[in-house]
């Protein structure tokens, strides 16, 4: 049985890092690539980091069903594909989705059972630093997302765990201590806890 996690966090708060020491720690678990109208930045690869497709594309895919969730960010589509999670499920593994708060939010009402985690910096001064380091963005953008930041931790009431990341080893073990504790949940042991009883009759 598939498990979706989902991981959320204003931009700048570590979430990619936290993510990729996730896969990178723990077995079982394949990352959901987003579909974006955005274009590419830097050095990502299509398939990889995202696939770029056009709006027309992505509004013809949306009107046939094809996406778990999607949401329109500062003018540009991000949807997950159904394609994702059957992909997961046949290759036996759960599936990682970095989604914001509007894609967690529709994900959750089509899978209730998805684990949901939500990621923030200690405070706006340490998520301010953190967006100035990575050197990408202007101060029109920084300003911006320290707006939609304060606006996305308001909904933190809508996930099942919430990570405080000061430091990023201690964040790594929380994280890989939810996933895991999520796999010894009865409901997921059930076929190993079978023959382990009869081996009692």
């Known amino acids: 049985m598939t498990t979706v996690f989902i991981i959320s966090a ?3 708060s570590g979430k990619s ?3 990729r020491e996730l896969l990178r720690r723990v077995p079982g678990l394949r990352f959901s ?4 109208t955005r274009p590419p930045r830097g ?3 299509d398939g990889q980091d995202y696939f770029f497709i056009s709006r027309a594309e992505f ?3 949306l009107a046939r069903g094809e996406f778990l969730e999607h949401a329109e960010v500062f003018g540009h589509y991000y949807g997950t594909h159904t394609s994702e999670l059957e992909r997961a499920a046949e290759a036996g593994a759960d599936l990682v989705l970095d989604i914001d708060v509007q894609g967690a939010r529709q994900l959750k009402q089509k899978i209730p059972g998805a684990v949901s985690v939500f990621i923030l910096a200690p405070s706006r001064r340490v998520l301010e630093e953190r967006l100035r380091a990575r050197s990408q963005d202007s101060d029109e953008v920084i300003a911006r997302r320290l707006r939609d930041a304060a606006e996305e931790i308001r909904n933190y009431s809508l996930y099942d765990y919430v990570l405080v990341n000061r430091e990023v080893a201690s964040s790594v073990e929380t994280l890989v201590a939810i996933v895991r504790a999520t796999r010894s949940r009865r409901d997921r042991m ?3 806890i079978r023959p382990i009883l ?3 009759l």
């Open 33 to 36: 690539v987003s579909y974006t």
């Open 198 to 200: 009869e081996t009692f």
């Open 10 to 12: 204003p931009s700048g």
């Open 43 to 45: 050095q990502e690869q």
């Open 190 to 192: 059930e076929n190993e």
């Open 59 to 61: 509004e013809d895919r």
């Open 17 to 19: 890092t936290l993510t």
